[in-house]
């Protein structure tokens, strides 16, 4: 995919449980249905993107002790929706672009910390499936995740193995 101008440079983290099932955060402040996410956040100029993606992590969860497991190839990309208010949209840009990593947490639960870095991104978190993460993304977000989903699917539990 090309650089896609207009796009902000973002990275995302699926972190996976060691039984695959994956990490999922319920946004701070931010109502439900669809207020559950994967850790992401942007990029820094002329920064690393698996080390962007590792801080991303770490500032949002706490977590520290993981192996890589992957990535997805080139940007991921998604629009943001029309009036929206974020302050990403107020900066001028259309949307995010983003490389996606697959990591293995190999820590105890008690690594995370929401609070890590203030403000907290997340108010709860919880062990999930990898398949149910596009119906808990805001729309707008939902075929981003379905294509991690895809790309990460050979990292991830089903539900019905898990049975």
């Given amino acids: 995919m090309t650089d896609l101008p207009g796009y902000r440079p973002n990275v995302g983290v699926v972190l996976f449980h060691p039984d695959g099932r994956v990490w999922l955060g319920r946004r701070a ?17 002329g920064e690393d993107l698996e080390a ?11 977590a520290v002790s993981v192996t890589h497991l992957g990535r997805t ?9 029309a009036g929206y208010g974020g302050a990403k949209a107020a900066r001028g840009f259309k ?3 983003q490389v996606w990593f ?3 947490f190999d820590g105890r639960e008690d690594e995370f910390d929401l609070a ?3 403000p ?3 108010d709860a ?3 999930g499936y990898l398949s149910e993460a596009p119906d808990l993304i805001v729309p707008f977000k939902r075929a981003a995740y379905e294509a991690v989903a895809k790309a990460f699917a050979p990292f991830a539990a089903t539900k019905s193995a898990a049975a």
């Fill in 29 to 45: 402040n931010t109502e439900g249905p669809h207020n559950w996410q994967f850790p992401q956040g942007g990029v820094d100029a």
């Fill in 116 to 118: 890590a870095h203030p």
């Fill in 52 to 62: 962007a993606a590792l801080r991303e992590l770490t500032e949002e969860t706490g």
């Fill in 125 to 127: 978190w919880r062990w």
């Fill in 95 to 97: 949307g995010q672009k």
């Fill in 102 to 104: 697959a990591l293995r």
């Fill in 120 to 122: 907290a991104e997340f």
């Fill in 73 to 81: 190839d080139g940007w991921i990309k998604y629009d943001f929706p």
